[in-house]
Nanobody, 119 residues
Framework: QVQLVESGGGLVQAGGSLRLSCAAS????????IGWFRQAPGKEREFVAA????????NYADSVKGRFTISRDNPKNTVLLQMSSLKPEDTAVYYC????????????WGQGTQVTVSS
């Protein structure tokens, strides 16, 4: 079983920054990809960024490229999402998720953390 716990959400003004953390526990993660997703009210959940546990492969949604940075702190089993130049349209519940590197489906999800960007 894999457990994921997000933290770091909050209220920030447009143009500001926040850093989200995803703490992972329960299994060895050397073969897992960790992704961040978000869901705004009335919208479908969308992909934000993902990183392999080795950090060798990193992907971003076009909407966050150049503003968000995903990284991992292996000794702490933590994946970080540094968000800068935040926009009101970034407002959403942010979730981290884990999947095996060989499969496309994310099997494990955290409970989510709210990010609100005021204009």
């Amino acid at each position: 079983q894999v457990q994921l716990v997000e933290s770091g959400g909050g209220l920030v003004q447009a143009g500001g920054s926040l850093r989200l953390s995803c703490a992972a526990s329960g299994r060895a993660f050397s073969s897992y990809v960790i992704g961040w997703f978000r869901q705004a009210p009335g919208k479908e959940r969308e992909f934000v960024a993902a990183i392999t546990w080795s950090g060798s492969v990193i992907n971003y949604a076009d909407s966050v490229k150049g503003r968000f940075t995903i990284s991992r702190d292996n000794p702490k089993n933590t994946v970080l999402l540094q968000m800068s130049s935040l926009k009101p349209e970034d407002t959403a519940v942010y979730y981290c998720a884990a999947r095996r590197a060989v499969t496309p489906k994310y099997d494990y999800w955290g409970q989510g953390t709210q990010v609100t960007v005021s204009s």
